[in-house]
């Protein structure tokens, strides 16, 4: 045999076993799910048919039974799955959980984790309209924040200004930081994105965005001038 035939026949060897992989689950699954419906339209059917033994004779309301079994069955697998997401994924998470919390080195490094990933979560991101440069803690020294709100309230209303609230993190651990209430003219709005802004604040300022934006041809706003 060539060498050419061997390796068309490897190929032949290869693909078929490649078909068998793909069609193996579908089979599995075919087959456990007529057999559950078997099951449940088996086990009901003689308590229905008992007082009708003429429907036995009706084709058409043995294929209504089967599209019934086959419906109950397609209820009951989706709230078990709803019950493995929602109720066994929730304690299974909870045992991991204190298993980690456990183990000690691993326990501190897992729970600043999971407060940046709460902090800075898609739901908690929301907060941070805008990345922002501001001089703090004093001036000509540029501080990393994010522009939470721009709200006029009781706090402007008493300075007199526009002063808009700016959150400043710590850094690498931006769960924690400063809460700063500044005038508007002492505030440089950024444009890079809220993302890139806490890359940058938990990095230590390692991952800097890259500038000048490519698809951006507007200048950044002139920096306010020192007093």
């Known amino acids: 045999m060539s060498a050419r035939t061997s390796a068309q026949l490897a190929t032949l060897r290869t693909a078929f076993f490649s078909g068998l992989?793909?069609?193996?689950?579908?089979?599995?699954t075919i087959w456990a799910f007529t057999?559950?419906?078997d099951l449940v339209?088996?086990?009901?059917r003689p308590l229905f048919f008992a007082y009708m033994p003429d429907v036995l004779s009706t084709p058409r309301l043995n294929l209504l039974w089967d599209v019934l079994a086959t419906l109950?069955?397609?209820a009951l697998v989706t709230l078990l799955g709803y019950l493995s997401r929602y109720v066994f994924g929730k304690y299974f998470l909870e045992v991991g959980e204190r298993v980690?919390?456990?183990i000690p080195g691993v326990s501190a490094v897992y729970n600043t984790v999971?407060?940046?990933v709460d902090t800075f979560g898609t739901q908690n991101r929301n907060l941070f309209s805008k990345v922002v440069l501001v001089q703090y803690p004093r001036r000509e020294v540029w501080t990393l924040g994010f522009l939470?709100?721009?709200a006029q309230a009781e706090a402007q209303t008493r300075t007199g200004r526009e002063v808009w609230t700016v959150f400043v993190p710590t850094s690498p651990n931006p769960t924690s930081g400063f809460l700063l209430m500044l005038p508007r003219d002492e505030i440089v709005e950024l444009e890079m994105s809220v993302g890139e802004g806490m890359k940058m604040v938990i990095s230590g300022g390692a991952v800097v965005p890259a500038w000048p934006?490519?698809?951006s041809a507007d200048a950044p706003p002139p920096l306010p001038a020192q007093a």
């Open 21 to 28: 992989l793909l069609l193996a689950p579908l089979i599995v």
């Open 114 to 116: 999971k407060q940046i």
């Open 41 to 44: 339209g088996g086990t009901f």
């Open 100 to 102: 980690i919390q456990g």
């Open 213 to 215: 934006r490519p698809a």
């Open 72 to 74: 109950i069955v397609v």
């Open 148 to 150: 939470t709100n721009k």
């Open 35 to 37: 057999k559950i419906i």
